[in-house]
């Protein structure tokens, strides 16, 4: 992976449950780590059935990560892209990329 591809600081989120002093479930996203990105969009969808809906994909690549899942997300600024899959190519543990859909 070519650094200078990489111009997009991002940071990929977890999701978290935890409780507090009282025992009250406090859930919420926690920033797991802070990355730079290519991110390339792949397709885009609009939907009329029940007023209009936009889902957008994206590809985004970055340098490997131990413990990126599905179950992350990508904010970019005020963007942010929930991870649908973690891909390692050729599972060489060198690069990810991450299949994403833009919450619009």
Same mark, same amino acid.
């Given at each position: 992976?070519?650094?200078?591809?990489?111009?997009?600081?991002?940071?990929?989120? +977890?999701?978290?449950?935890?409780?507090?002093? %009282?025992?009250?479930?406090?859930?919420?996203?926690?920033? %797991? #780590? +802070? @990355?730079?990105?290519?991110?390339?969009? !792949?397709? @885009? #969808? =609009?939907?009329?059935?029940?007023? +209009? *809906? @936009? =889902?957008?994909?994206? *590809? !985004?690549? !970055?340098?490997?990560?131990?413990?990126?899942?599905? #179950?992350?997300?990508?904010?970019?600024?005020?963007?942010? %892209?929930?991870?649908?899959?973690?891909?390692?190519?050729?599972?060489?543990?060198?690069?990810?990329?991450?299949i994403c859909t833009e919450v619009?």
């Amino acid at each position: 992976m070519r650094a200078g591809s990489l111009k997009h600081k991002i940071i990929i989120q +977890t999701y978290t449950e935890t409780q507090n002093g %009282f025992g009250e479930v406090i859930k919420g996203w926690v920033n %797991f #780590k +802070t @990355a730079y990105a290519s991110i390339t969009p !792949i397709s @885009a #969808k =609009e939907f009329y059935k029940s007023g +209009t *809906k @936009a =889902e957008a994909t994206h *590809k !985004i690549g !970055i340098r490997y990560v131990v413990g990126v899942k599905s #179950k992350m997300r990508i904010l970019y600024g005020i963007r942010v %892209f929930d991870i649908q899959s973690a891909l390692n190519p050729r599972e060489a543990n060198k690069s990810l990329v991450l299949i994403c859909t833009e919450v619009l």
